[in-house]
C-alpha cells in the first residue's frame, strides 16, 4: 500500500469512528427516553463515555488526515470547492456535536449526584433534561450534518 | 494512488454511499453492543446486568441487523455496477471484503440469538452471570473487529 493509501484508509476509519458515536448516543437517547430512576438513566449513560473517545478521534483523525490528503494528492487542493464544503459542514456538525453534549453531559452528572443522595426515584428535572427537545434537535442536526459530509465525501461535487 | 476514486463515474455514488453508510451503521451498532456487553460483564448488581444485556439486544437486532442488509446490498449493487463479476482475478481488498461481509454477518447472527435468550434467562434468574451472554460478547467483539480491517481494506485497497 502506498502512503496515499494509508492516509486515506486512516481518513476512512477515523470517519467511521465518528459516525459509530452518533449511532452511540443514537441508542443511548433513544433507551434512556423512558427511563425515569436516575440510576437507570445514569447506568445508561456509562456508555457515553466509549463515544466521547469515538468523535475525538473521529474528529481529529478527519479533519487531519482529510487535509494531509488533499495536499498529498495532485488530483484535488484544499481550496477545491467540494472540500470547502466538507470543512464547513465538518465545522458545524462540530459547533452541534458541543452543544448537544453540553445538554446530555449535564444529564450525566446530574443522574449519578441524585443516586449518591440517596434520591433514586423518579424526578422531573432530571426526566425533562433527558427528554429535552433541544438536546433532540442539536443531536439530530449533527446527523444530517455528517450524513451531509459523507454525501459531499463520495460524491466530490464539481471535482 | 487510489485512481478508482479520483475517476468514479457519477452512476457509481449512489450504490457506494448505501454500502458505506451501511458499514457505518453496521460498525456503530456493534460499538454499541460490544461496550454495553463489557459494562455488563463484571455487574454486580442484578438490575446493571439486565439492562446492558436488553441494551445489547437491542443495538443488535435494531441497528446492526438492519444496516448488516443495507451494507450488503449496497456491496453487491457498487460491485455489479463496477462489473466486477466480469473480471477472473479480483484484487485482495475484495475478497477481503467478502470473507468479513459473510463471516461477520453469520457471527452476528449467532450474537443476536445468544444475546436474545441470554438477557431473557439474566432476567429471569435474577442477574446471575450468563454464559451465552459472554459467548455473545466474544463474537461480536470479534465481528467488531473484523468490519474495522474490512472498512482499513476496502478504503486502502491492498493488492
Known sequence: ?159 | MNVLAVIRPDDWNFPLLVHVLGAALLVGGLLTAVVAQFLGWRRQRSADAVAYARTTFRALLFVAFPAWWIMRIGAEWIYRREGWEDVESEPDWLGIGYITADLGGLLLLVSIILAGLGARRLARSGGETSTLLRISTVLVTLALVAYVVAVWAMAGKPG
Not at chain 1, 443511548?28 to 449513560?45: E, G, T, Y
Not at chain 1, 479533519?63 to 459542514?89: K, M, R
Not at chain 1, 452541534?96 to 453534549?101: L, W, Y
Not at chain 1, 450525566?108 to 426515584?121: F, S, Y
Open chain 1, 1 to 159: 500500500m502506498a502512503f496515499y493509501d494509508w492516509l486515506l484508509a486512516l481518513h476512512v476509519l477515523a470517519a467511521f469512528s465518528l459516525v459509530a458515536a452518533l449511532v452511540l448516543y443514537t441508542v443511548v437517547i433513544a433507551v434512556s427516553w423512558k427511563l425515569a430512576l436516575p440510576s437507570d438513566v445514569s447506568r445508561m449513560f456509562r456508555l457515553t463515555r466509549v463515544g466521547d473517545v469515538a468523535v475525538a478521534v473521529g474528529a481529529v483523525g478527519t479533519l487531519v488526515l482529510g487535509i494531509w490528503l488533499a495536499i498529498d494528492s495532485d488530483d484535488y487542493q484544499v481550496w477545491d470547492g467540494w472540500i470547502i464544503a466538507a470543512l464547513v459542514l465538518w465545522a458545524l456538525s462540530m459547533e452541534t456535536g458541543r452543544r448537544t453534549g453540553t445538554v446530555y453531559n449535564a444529564v450525566r452528572d446530574r443522574a449519578p449526584a441524585l443516586v449518591a443522595e440517596g434520591r433514586d426515584t423518579p424526578h422531573p428535572e432530571l426526566n425533562a433534561m433527558v427528554r429535552s427537545s433541544t438536546g433532540l434537535a442539536l443531536h439530530a442536526a449533527t446527523v444530517v450534518l455528517i450524513l451531509a459530509l459523507v454525501v459531499v465525501m463520495i460524491y466530490k461535487p464539481g471535482a
